[in-house]
């Protein structure tokens, strides 16, 4: 069974940081790629970092510089490190695997001030 727990958003202002956890059962997250997504009010579901079993990352352009994703084989997390936050980044986070499959965690949210 596909189990995905995030957690650690909440309310931060412009400039400053978080990091999120997604724990992850064994199915999904041994020897695939995870990546985190974000979706803000109004939009659709993106994709903001990518990491593989090999722990290459990747990032969208927005991202790029300011978040980092790792992951812990030996706890099945990946984690988010979000630095120099912006109002922008103010979505519910989400993980799975890349590409996705068809079952979601309930999300963290991130809400930035200005």
């Known amino acids: 069974q596909v189990q995905l727990m995030e957690s650690g958003g909440g309310l931060v202002q412009t400039g400053g940081s978080l990091r999120l956890s997604c724990a992850a059962s064994g199915s999904i997250f041994s020897g695939n790629a995870m990546g985190w997504y974000r979706q803000a009010p109004g939009k659709q579901r993106e994709l903001v970092a990518r990491?593989?079993?090999?722990?290459?990352?990747n990032y969208a352009d927005d991202v790029r510089g300011r978040f980092i994703i790792f992951r812990d084989s030996r706890k099945n997390t990946v984690y988010l490190q979000m630095n120099r936050l912006k109002p922008e980044d103010t979505a519910v986070y989400y993980c799975?695997?890349?590409?996705?499959?068809?079952?979601w965690g309930k999300g963290t949210l991130v809400t930035v001030s200005s």
């Open positions: 799975n695997a890349h590409p996705a499959v068809d079952v």
């Open positions: 990491i593989t079993s090999g722990s290459s990352a």
